[in-house]
């Protein structure tokens, strides 16, 4: 199903990349109005049809995806009901726990999303390599502006998007001092000593901080995509 989503994406794309001097030649060379009917009849049913499969196979492709992902969830559970009893006193256990656990956790988890972002990269990989051999026919000038551009291209969006991936620390801790809060904040136990001592302004002031430290973790996380997405724009233009 995902060898079928890739060629199918990247003969939509090629569709779409012939569709406009297809009409623009029928209006040169001065076809009549059943003549260029007929190409536009011919290029809009092949990209509705194109389309339309694709759409049915990304529906047939996410129960097998869901599938792949619960499969490493039971053995992630597996693997933590049969750990070592050293582990259970282990703080690191517990937070590689709970990072591969996230990433199988749902279905917009990385377990599942990775389908999709392999059928995106070899779609793009095939469309680069027909683009190619079409520019090939063109300029060999061109050829290599293109190539070096799309190195360019890769290596700002590769580092742009490990960002997130390389300061993750800001994130675990940020979380884990609201969650540690939340749990805090909902303890009727704790809820005595919060009111006796007067502790609510200084947990407020530690949950601002916490979850201000989250919201900028995200936001340099937003910067950092756009820029790179601003990069990918100006290397096309």
Not at 82 to 99: R, W
């Amino acid at each position: 199903t995902a060898a079928a989503l890739i060629v199918l994406n990247t003969g939509l794309r090629l569709l779409e990349l012939f569709t406009a001097p297809a009409l623009l030649n029928a209006v040169q060379t001065s076809e009549t109005i059943t003549q260029m009917l007929g190409t536009v009849l011919l290029f809009s049913s092949g990209t509705i049809a194109v389309s339309a499969l694709i759409r049915y196979l990304n529906i047939g492709l996410d129960p097998k995806a869901i599938q792949v992902r619960t499969g490493f969830k039971r053995l992630l559970d597996l693997k933590q009901a049969q750990t070592s009893f050293c582990n259970m006193q282990n703080p690191d256990f517990f937070s590689a726990a709970k990072l591969a656990g996230d990433a199988v956790s749902d279905n917009q988890s990385a377990g599942e999303a990775i389908w999709s972002t392999l059928i995106q990269l070899f779609t793009s990989l095939f469309c680069f390599l027909a683009y190619l051999m079409i520019l090939t026919g063109i300029r060999p000038v061109l050829l290599l502006l293109t190539a070096a551009a799309s190195a360019v291209s890769y290596l700002i969006g590769n580092y742009m998007s490990d960002w997130k991936t390389r300061h993750r620390d800001e994130q675990n801790e940020a979380s884990k001092i609201l969650h540690y809060l939340n749990k805090q904040l909902r303890d009727p136990k704790a809820a005595k000593d919060i009111r006796i001592f007067g502790l609510q302004p200084w947990l407020n002031d530690l949950y601002r901080q916490a979850f201000g430290r989250l919201m900028n973790f995200r936001f340099r996380v937003e910067q950092h995509e756009f820029c790179g997405s601003l990069a990918d724009v100006l290397l096309v233009l």
